[in-house]
């Protein structure tokens, strides 16, 4: 079985056609011919080496969707078959006995099989290999390919934030940002029962924020300061360097600031924004396979689609290169 995968051999390089030979599969593993895979910002910051992470070539893409095509010996068959339609997300495997595992948080495993940082073995591929197939999703039959595959990594990134910080469906909300994490926070935050409020440096963005089901719309950041002491839950899912203190004051006491996006520097709170109304700043990243499989349920029952454009993998330059610059509406997808 030879695997053609796409490869960047250099940091911002053009890609390049990869083939190799997989070793042979192990007891836990499953194997998955990608039908297709989303295009995400971290793909972008790995081929771009903007982490100084990447270990060249560079094989990215860890939003695949597929076809189960063969699976180790100690594979649970009552939920994995050959010939089903399954993902495989951010994280494909964890080694289940740490105390982070063994709590349900293998998205914090110290030993998690992170499918983007593989180097050579992302899903930007004809094939892509799971290391434990708890972390393979069989895929609600509601959910189309192409929807489904954004959902693994920016749909379950700003689940995990609102299911972990126990936001009420009573609660006031704000989603930072209306772009590929934003627009999918929207939709889950409006269907939760939360009032939604998207905000955004772009006026433009106000009547696909109502679509998406936001409830209000301001423009940042003057917007902000008519919102003081608002709302019980913001999510950032915007990377930029914000003005935190003017954020950290439209919450309300004891109300939350959860961080999805990746700022560029550092961030710089006074005291005084944080400690009297006793409120917090989280980080957030993907979740475990049950936050996983309870996502892509909440979304098949609920209607929460990405809203994507496709392309041919024989276009795949034009498709990073389109998330490169921020053109996407509002997630990119290849299909194989």
Known sequence: MTVRAYAVEQAGGPVRPLEYEPEPLGPLEVDVAVTHCGVC????????????????????????????KAVGSAVDGTRLAVG??????????????C??????????????????????GGAFATRVRASDWRYVQPLPDALASEHAAPLLCAGITVFSA????????????????????????????????????AISSTAAKADDSRRFGAH??????????????????????????????????????????????VPHGPFSVHPLSLLPGEKRIVGGVV?????????????????IRPVVETFPVARIDEALDHVRHGRARYRAVLEF
């Not at 209000?216 to 913001?234: C, K, N, P, Q, T």
């Open 41 to 68: 910002q971290t793909d972008i910051g790995l081929v771009d080496d903007v982490y100084g992470l990447s270990q060249f070539p560079v094989v990215a893409g860890h939003e695949a969707v597929g076809v189960v």
């Open 287 to 303: 979740g475990s396979a049950e936050e996983n499989r309870r996502m892509l349920d909440f979304a098949a029952r609920h209607g």
């Open 99 to 120: 105390e982070w595992c063994l709590t349900g948080r293998q998205y914090l495993c110290p030993r998690k099989d992170d499918t983007a940082l593989r180097g050579d």
């Open 162 to 197: 609102i299911s972990r910080n126990g936001v009420r469906p009573t609660d006031r909300v704000a989603v930072v940002g209306v772009g590929g994490l934003g627009h999918l926070a929207i939709q889950f935050l409006a269907k939760w029962g939360c009032h939604v409020t």
């Open 216 to 261: 209000e719309f301001i423009v940042a950041e003057e917007g902000l300061r008519r919102a003081a002491g608002s709302f019980d839950f913001i999510l950032s899912t915007v990377s930029a360097d914000l003005p935190w203190d003017a954020y950290l004051a439209a919450l309300r006491p004891q109300g939350t600031l959860s961080v999805v996006g």
């Open 84 to 97: 089903q339609r399954v993902g495989v997300g951010a994280v494909a495997g964890a080694c289940f006995t």
